[in-house]
């Protein structure tokens, strides 16, 4: 009970998270491909409703490296709905004891079932955005904000990403998340890498990347001062902007407090979720 009460609490503490997943990447390496350029000036075309499903893992670890606890969120992320905006279904969580322990039973969190907002990352941001969930619900803010990132970091850059370049987006940028702290992006960095496929669509691939950012939680009773890492990769289409696969690692390590507890404990959460179109066309 108290390992689920520190991961319901901290896992999944703050937005958004590169790793070496390039199966089907054609790196941009040869000099054909210094003239690629991404396209200028394109909106992102949305024919219809099109749901991914995201899945996110969650793994608690000692000092030592031995896993502890790890939870499974999943849920149905759609956009392109009439007026712009986007819809959850099927958001569930199930856990499991240690490296190799099965996942137990599903819990699926009802207050998601067709939760509809606009699709503005800023909206998700203010204080009343998340009234109808629950205080503890981490895990599932964190489904909202890392789907907005991914399309925040994927589809807004075009104009400023050319191949093999870094590009720094954030600097030294306070966030404040709505009933669990605040984080502070240290320094996010863009980088267009080459062009992949993906669901038979051309794609650039886009990493990110954000080192060394400080957050503070407070949630449930519980405390935490720490750090975060994230990265993951973006592939997406060059002929509508559309999302055809992300992924999404984070790592937190950080010194917490237990409510009724005067000591401090060093806790490691690591992260590692896909967002996958389920009716990709």
């Given at each position: ?241 559309q999302i055809e696969y992300g992924t999404i690692y984070e790592n937190v390590v950080g010194e917490m407090k237990l409510a009724g507890q005067d000591a401090t404990q060093v806790i490691y959460v690591f992260r590692s979720g896909s967002l996958e179109p389920v009716n990709a066309k």
């Open positions: 009970m108290r390992i689920r009460t520190i991961t319901a609490s901290l896992s999944g503490l703050v937005l958004w998270a590169m790793s070496g997943l390039y199966c089907q990447t054609v790196l941009a390496q040869s000099s054909s491909g210094q003239g690629w350029n991404l396209p200028q000036g394109a909106k992102v075309k949305d024919s219809g409703p099109r749901t991914y499903r995201f899945s996110v893992e969650y793994t608690m670890a000692n000092t030592k490296g031995d896993t502890l606890l790890r939870q499974l969120v999943t849920g149905d992320y759609t956009r392109g709905l009439t007026g712009g905006g986007v819809m959850w279904k099927n958001v569930s969580q199930a856990d499991a004891q240690g490296a190799t322990g099965p996942f137990g039973a599903t819990q699926k969190r009802e207050f998601m079932e067709g939760f509809r907002y606009p699709n503005d990352l800023s909206e998700t941001m203010k204080p009343e955005f998340f009234k109808a969930f629950p205080p503890t619900a981490v895990f599932e803010r964190n489904l909202v904000w890392d789907t907005g990132m991914m399309e925040f970091f994927g589809q807004g850059y075009f104009e400023h990403l050319k191949l093999n370049e870094p590009y720094h987006v954030l600097s030294n940028q306070d966030v404040k998340m709505p009933g669990v702290g605040t984080f502070q992006n240290h320094d996010v960095v863009l980088e267009w890498v080459g062009r992949s496929q993906r669901n038979g669509q051309d794609c650039a691939l886009i990493k990110y990347q954000a080192f060394f950012n400080p957050l503070e939680i407070a949630n449930a009773g519980m405390t935490l001062k720490g750090r975060s890492d994230y990265w993951g990769e973006i592939w997406v289409s060059l002929a509508t902007k």
